[in-house]
């Protein structure tokens, strides 16, 4: 910008492009790259003291003629000094949605929707393959409309997907893909370092975002932060504190979405109302597989189609809380985050609900119980009979009550298993499809009434008769040894066809495949099922 022969009208038209001043919070702003740049009033004097305009004064001499004579003025002063400059409210960021005069947005639209039209078909493309082999039947629809809502609202969806699979499975291909393609790097992130974006002192690279992927999640890092990360699911309002510049707030337009090779990567509560979960099925595929679908995407042919697909797409989805897919693999997760004590309620009720209505312990003899469930499970949790009480509290409809002989502890057991019904600490359904009609749900020993589930009833028949087919292929007689040893040990199982009409009567094809035995412990299946996988 060159001052030489300018006037300050000419000189404020070409500055106003990219420079403004803001009211709340006071500041100036300039655009660079179009990105804002927060400037302090004595920035701008030291950014632009050598910045002129040139001023014709006239003066009139004593014999009352007038002379014009060149000022050179510093133009920055009298600019901040200009009731007329431009101007705005506030600075916002408001994807897809139209703003006040007083306002500035930040967002400038999708960079898909500056493409040129298209007859082409995203239907018809090697990356609309790829996001079915990524979210599956059971997550595809739910992904699109997630996708298009992104698209054609800006909003964020208050749900945070999370693809697990193992390395090479191409879950950042796919992602990458809709955040830089379609919406554009300005609104996308795909960061490792999830301190940097939640919990940390300075997070600028969260602003006007609409989509971050937290990539290569591990348990030990979200666990520290998992209250931090659902509240930034959920808030309407993100505080951006960057780095020497007074904090500024926008609204949250973020959709968050988890990234891992990690079973176990994120905390899901058994209340959670913000995940949604899948585990990609292993696929192998070829070099030429992904040389192809790079080549496609690095071609940019189907930007325009895919952003076409979304923008005019009917999304189904009314909530996408209420109606995300509960998997298998959500189920999973959820179940590995039940509380201790939940579980150990659970225990307890399973153990008493056909022996008594209600429940009465010393409170010495609940708390030595609740030691030996630990030992019995394998929990390595530190506990005490003070930190056991207090974590009792959580459970109100286990009472601990004051008595002549001591404290104990009073449960109705009927209404504990409701309690744990509604906490969803406990169900008989949950996540489990019948395998066919002879089949039931859940398949019960006799000892102790611990329910398991059939489809691991039925992996433990897969492998059995797989162990059977390699015994006959072994040669060496350690090894036959071992494999014998081991079928020993699950033929040990029994199971109980469970039915609410006892005078039902057991279907034959089920009968054939059980195996007679009194007794069974949890752990000791659970010991099975690990030594079979």
């Known amino acids: ?43 701008m004097l030291t950014l632009y003291e050598n910045l002129f305009y040139t001023k014709i004064e006239t003066k009139s001499k004593k014999d009352g003629t007038e002379v014009s004579e060149k000022k050179h003025c ?72 997630y996708f298009a809502y992104i698209v054609q609202t800006g909003n964020k969806t208050d749900v945070s997907m999370s693809l697990q699979s193992k390395p090479g499975d191409g879950k950042d291909t796919g992602l990458n893909h809709f955040g830089i393609k379609i919406l554009g790097p300005e609104y996308y992130l795909n960061e490792d370092h999830i301190d940097m974006l939640i919990g940390g002192n300075f997070n600028e690279d969260i602003s006007h975002k609409c989509l971050i992927v937290l990539n290569e999640s591990k348990r030990a890092k979200t666990d520290e932060i998992i209250e931090a990360i659902k509240n930034a699911i959920t808030r309407d309002i993100n505080s951006i504190r960057i780095k020497k510049e007074k904090t500024r707030h926008e609204r949250n337009h973020i959709n968050w979405v988890v990234l891992t090779n990690n079973f176990d990567s994120i905390k899901i509560e058994h209340n959670d109302r913000r995940f949604t979960a899948r585990k990609i099925p292993s696929k192998k595929h070829s070099e030429e597989y992904f040389n192809n679908l790079h080549d496609e995407i690095n071609s940019g042919i189907y930007d325009r189609a895919f952003y076409d697909y979304l923008l005019n797409r009917k999304i189904k989805v009314k909530s996408f809380q209420k109606e995300r897919p509960i998997t298998s693999y959500y189920n999973d997760l959820q179940e590995r985050n039940i509380p201790i004590t939940a579980q150990f309620l659970v225990n307890v009720m399973q153990e008493e609900l056909d022996k008594t209505e209600e429940l009465k312990a010393s409170a010495t003899d609940f708390y030595n119980r609740y030691c030996l469930f630990l030992k019995q499970n394998g929990f390595e949790y530190k506990t005490n009979i003070t930190k056991f009480g207090l974590e009792m509290k959580q459970h109100e409809v286990v009472k601990k009550i004051n008595t002549k002989k001591g404290r104990s502890y009073r449960c109705n057991i009927k209404e504990l298993e409701n309690y744990l019904i509604s906490e969803k600490y406990y169900t008989l359904t949950d996540g489990v499809e019948e395998v066919n009609e002879s089949i039931p749900k859940y398949i019960k020993s006799d000892d102790k009434a611990q329910y398991v589930r059939a489809e691991d009833y039925m992996k433990l028949q897969e492998k059995i008769k797989e162990l059977q087919d390699e015994l006959y292929r072994l040669r060496e007689p350690e090894e036959v040894k071992l494999k014998k040893s081991k079928m020993v040990k699950v033929k040990k199982v029994t199971f109980e066809y469970d039915t609410d009409n006892d005078n039902e009567p057991i279907p034959e094809t089920f009968k054939t495949n059980i195996f007679k035995q009194q007794k069974i412990e949890k752990e000791e299946l659970n010991e099975i099922i690990d030594l079979l996988n």
């Open 74 to 145: 510093m133009f920055v002063n009298d600019w901040m000094r200009d009731p007329c400059i431009r101007t705005y409210k506030e600075i916002v960021f408001e994807p897809c949605k139209e703003v006040s005069n007083d306002q500035y947005n930040q967002w400038n639209g999708w960079r898909a929707s500056k493409l040129k039209k298209t007859d082409l078909k995203f239907e018809n493309s090697l990356m609309f393959k790829h996001y079915q082999y990524l979210f599956g039947d059971e997550m595809f629809d739910y992904a699109m409309d």
């Open 1 to 43: 910008m060159t001052s030489k022969e300018i006037s300050y009208k000419e000189l404020k038209v070409t500055f106003e492009k990219t420079h403004f001043k803001v009211i709340n919070p006071v500041t100036y702003v300039q655009i660079v790259d179009e990105k804002i740049v927060m400037r302090s009033k004595h920035e």
